[in-house]
């Protein structure tokens, strides 16, 4: 059975990640929270706005209402990247070669591992940043579709279209699709194809939440992309050449009309952790849609959830601060 170790903090709790087998919790008040051989505290923001893993480095990156970006390292120490003052800074993303990028207002700031800065600009406020898996480029979520930039060459940005408000942005593990959360009960996505005259995208219409989706996550080898939004973990297939085009999602842990608010998948299995509004958070196994119950209903929902490397713990953070870590190998 699984066992759950209880963690409470004050607050809403933005993002959980381990570093290692460290788990770390990031408040909105800006302090973070790191359960090494007793809790550890780092003052790192005046307001925390954004807190991901950096998927080149065993670091965070975080952004803040105080207009700086910083790296924080496993013993909770950290290095100040950037600084804007009097901007909030609530887009960041990590790239190769020590990269990083973050978005303030219509611009993207790229800064590379040697501390230089390239800047790029939108017509309209930056969302959303993910850099590709192959070559330094970066997409860029904005208002009305997604820009492309290649960070090493001057050079004009391709624009991918879609009416609309798109709020992030992410890249499938072989680079050949981008998908972006929207402001609507959607997303939409790129097939990207290499053409004689360049590069051409295909529209893919993921449509049908009921409500906005603010979790994505990829599973292990790339093969489905699950999404928060509905009763249930929508998980698309793209494992075929043309991805989830024509095909419908697999619904998992569907629970009658209670909303899955978050969904991380295992580091090595197809399994997929689901976090709902209440609190509960259940284990899907995709390949027969088996459930296990790893944390029963709690007080806030459900707002980041993120697996050791192993895939043995599991940590878990909520909108109330009842926070936690389970423990599957049991």
């Given at each position: 059975m699984?066992?759950?170790?209880?963690?409470?903090?004050?607050g809403h709790v933005v993002s959980t990640h381990f570093l290692g087998d460290i788990p770390f919790f990031a408040t909105a008040a800006g302090t973070i929270h790191r359960l090494d051989g007793g809790e550890k505290v780092t003052e790192a923001h005046?307001?925390?706005?954004?807190?991901?893993?950096?998927?080149?480095?065993?670091?965070?990156?975080?952004?803040?209402?105080?207009?700086?970006?910083l790296r924080v390292l496993h013993d909770g120490s950290f290095n100040e990247l950037a600084n804007v003052p009097r901007k909030w800074i609530s887009v960041v993303a990590g790239g190769p070669q020590n990269s990083i990028a973050y978005g303030v207002g219509k611009s993207t700031f790229v800064r590379l591992g040697d501390g230089s800065v390239k800047e790029f600009t939108e017509t309209r406020t930056v969302e959303g940043v993910a850099f590709a898996p192959k070559g330094m480029r970066i997409a860029v979520a904005r208002y009305n579709g997604v820009s492309l930039h290649w960070v090493g060459m001057a050079g004009e940005p391709v624009d991918l279209e879609w009416k609309g408000a798109h709020t992030g942005v992410t890249f499938?593990?072989?680079?050949?699709?981008?998908?972006?959360t929207m402001q609507e009960n959607a997303l939409h996505g790129w097939?990207?194809?290499?053409?004689?005259?360049?590069?051409?995208?295909r529209h893919m219409r993921m449509t049908g939440y009921p409500a906005k989706v603010?979790?994505?996550?990829?599973?292990?080898?790339g093969k489905w992309l699950a999404s928060s939004g509905a009763p249930a973990a929508i998980v698309w297939p793209f494992a075929g050449k043309d991805g989830p085009m024509g095909k419908a999602p697999q619904?998992?842990?569907?629970?009658?009309?209670?909303?899955?608010?978050?969904?991380s998948f295992h580091p090595a299995e197809?399994?997929?952790?689901?976090?709902?509004?209440?609190?509960?958070?259940?284990?899907?196994r995709l390949a027969d849609g088996k459930e296990a119950l790893l944390r029963r209903p709690g007080k806030g929902a459900i707002t980041s959830m993120s697996w050791s490397s192993t895939g043995k713990l599991l940590a878990f953070a909520s909108e109330a601060g009842d926070c936690g870590v389970i423990d599957i190998s049991g």
């Open positions: 699984p066992t759950v170790a209880p963690f409470d903090l004050e005046q307001g925390l706005l954004t807190c991901i893993r950096d998927p080149y480095s065993a670091t965070l990156l975080t952004g803040g209402e105080d207009g700086k970006v499938s593990h072989d680079g050949k699709f981008l998908v972006t097939k990207m194809e290499a053409t004689k005259g360049g590069m051409e995208a603010k979790s994505l996550s990829w599973s292990a080898k619904e998992l842990g569907t629970r009658a009309n209670i909303m899955a608010t978050c969904v197809d399994v997929l952790a689901i976090g709902f509004i209440d609190g509960m958070v259940l284990g899907v």
